[in-house]
């Protein structure tokens, strides 16, 4: 009997003293605990003050707001994603021109033109003195075979007025020799077009390159060199000397 009675008698949970359960600490002193320490005190403090520095300060923070256009150079250092190139146009342009008016031009010289001069003259004449020598051409046209053949031997082109002149005296040989006479001296200076764009050479010289030998000298001087027009008043002026008391 006694035996069935313990059975069901179960042990209980012993219960604490009062001692013991005030030196338990309680919920509320565990969160509310940190925040009585002196030191966090000071952190929050610290947090506070930042707090209202910040609301201070953020109205009157400015960033300011760069703005670029093309050729500006950037105040800061810019990474590009990828590698490319760019082609300054302007750099480039200027630095072709500064090559290009580096390089000296060159002029064609022709030392054998007092030769050629002297054959095409010849020629011309004695084909002229041969044709008209005892023609009868009353009236000659632009289309004259004689005419078309003088100009093609001397390689240039004169009026028919002056080819008329030629024929009524016959292509003498005595004007031969005085157009032989005022034209050679002229083929052996330096004659160029124009002196407008020789001008431009000033500083660097230009090439003076011979068409048969392939020679070139550079030529700083151009103080001999004359263009077409002072090349005809020379001549000009040369023919009223030569032919001042010639009669033909």
């Known amino acids: 009997m006694k035996d069935k009675f313990l059975k069901y008698i179960k042990p209980g949970k012993k219960k604490p003293s009062k001692i013991e359960d005030s030196k338990k600490p309680k919920k509320s002193d565990i969160i509310t ?17 930042s707090a209202v520095m910040a609301l201070l300060i953020s109205p009157r923070l400015r960033i300011p707001e760069l ?43 022709n030392s054998m033109a007092e030769d050629e001069l002297e054959k095409r003259v010849i020629a011309a004449f004695s084909m002229g003195r041969k044709t008209f020598k005892n023609s009868r051409e009353k009236e000659l046209t632009p289309e004259n075979k004689n ?26 040989k005595v004007i031969e020799d005085y157009l032989l006479e005022l034209l050679i001296p002229f083929t052996q200076r330096e004659v160029v077009l124009s002196k407008e764009h020789l001008f431009k050479e000033r500083g660097h010289g230009i090439i003076l390159r011979d068409v048969h030998s392939n020679e070139e000298v550079i030529v700083d001087d151009f103080s001999s060199i004359i263009d077409i027009k002072e090349a005809q008043a020379l001549l000009k002026r040369d023919a009223r000397i030569v032919l001042k008391n010639v009669r033909i």
């Open 33 to 49: 605990k940190p925040f009585i320490e002196p030191s966090t005190h000071r952190v929050i403090i610290c947090i506070l003050l």
């Open 147 to 172: 005419y078309v053949q003088f100009q093609k031997n001397l390689e240039t082109s004169i009026s028919l007025e002056d080819f008329k002149l030629l024929a009524q005296r016959q292509f003498k």
């Open 67 to 109: 703005a670029y256009i093309p050729g500006d150079i950037s105040k800061h250092n810019i990474r590009a994603p990828e590698d490319f190139s760019v082609e300054d146009k302007e750099t480039t342009a200027i630095k072709i021109k500064e090559k290009t008016d580096s390089v000296q031009s060159v002029y064609d010289f």
